[in-house]
């Protein structure tokens, strides 16, 4: 029970009681609070978290999957160290910041009110997290299931990547005639996507790639190839003539063959047989028959090429042709030899009369090819001749250019009076001239004798110096300061 003794007892109580009521339902609500958000991983997102009326010994902290992970404006806890809170006490603004989201950031992010004891006093909505995940950096991976195939045989090549959420898209980029599983869960948890075709010998060295694409990253493109695909087949043999065989020449026959693998033998043959030394071999792939008889005419010659698959043939027959001249030229005909000339003249004799008769009256009415050849020849033997003389004037013309300039510019000889010329007046000359000064009748004094003369230059005049003579010697300055010149003048 309780003291009641007196009453400032009671009334103590009553005090911290009322206190405690206001502490404890100071605060008045959310203004704002965390929504639902999705972001791909590496990227930047927030949560918003905004209070009303906090108490000063309330605070906030943001709650990941139920654990504390803040207390106001600070993150308390190492594995969120890349989170931060936007913190301003004033107006009340607790927002959380995650920078290069990881897989783990997913989950519910509560923002929640705490008292001095760490007591809840409110939460808001827990707001989901949905992190876009994208596959590891080493996906996609190509594998097949042999080093290498037989023509004939099926061939299967996975493509696999990581179980991502959402799943990554696998893509065969491959030749036509394959065939691909879809994307499927693989025995490993992850996902993949075959493709599966039957070896052909043209798939032999083919690259087949992957590519992995992500809707959490449209950005994204990568891809993984499996390759030089080893198909092994037996030989495909073809034979060939370097040119047409002609009754007693050389012949010269060479075997192609493509295999996998690389060929072990070669093999040739006749049939009918003939005697070896009628050809010889070369490295077993060139065959040359020396001299080629008629009797090798509708003779198969074969070529067989074996590796460890197996054996592949070709067979060429003989065609031997012989010798045709035709003024003196030599062709072939099959055997049979005939002559251009009387073949032509067969041609000229089944002409008829009057078409010769015709053909003659076109010749006498056109001007033969030798008159017209004839004309154009002299056509162009007078251009050149005119085009010559134009460039003898031109030369001329310009190498009397300088000539005349220096006729009519240059300058009178000094001795053109002894000669008996005129002499020419220049155009810029001046005359001697003799001057004296006029007495001063006050002073008595003699004026100074000058004389100025002039001399013709080319371009310009020069001066000579001007010589005076005084009739009585005295100090230049008396002169003057006779003659009441101003100081300044001296």
Known sequence: MYNLGTGKTV????FFYMLMLQRTYSFSGFIKEPLDENQAEGDLTYFNCIVRGLDETQYVSWLHNGH???????????????YSIEFDSAFGSYNLRIQN?????KGGYTCTVYDSNDQIVEKSRTANFTVLEIPQQQYPICSSTKTSYHVGQSVVLNCISERTTPPASLTWKQSVGGTESGLKESLTGNYENSYSFIAKQSDNRAIFTCVLTTSANPSLYRNCSIGPLDVLYAPTVRIEQTRDVILGNEAIFICYSDANPQESSFKWSFDPPVTENMFVLENDIILRIK??????????VICKVTNSIGSGSSKLIVNVKSKVYINNVVETNNGKETKKSEKINERNE??????NSNSNQQLLQTPSPNNNHSR??????SLVVIIALGCIVVILGL???PVGYMKYTRRQPSDTISRGRPVSIPDVYFEPRDHIDPMLPQLGLA?????TVGVQVPGECEYDATYNTQVMPQPRQVYYTQRMYPASSL
Request: charged letters at 20%.
């Open 11 to 14: 009334g103590t109580w009553i």
């Open 68 to 82: 504390k992970i803040s207390k106001n404006g600070e993150i308390i806890m190492n594995a969120y160290a890349h």
């Open 101 to 105: 989201v990881q897989r783990r950031d």
């Open 291 to 300: 001299n080629t008889l008629s009797s090798l005419n509708g003779t198969s």
């Open 350 to 355: 089944m002409k008829p009369k009057n078409q």
């Open 376 to 381: 154009s020849t002299d056509i162009s033997i």
């Open 399 to 401: 190498a009397l250019i």
């Open 447 to 451: 004026a100074p004798w000058m004389r």
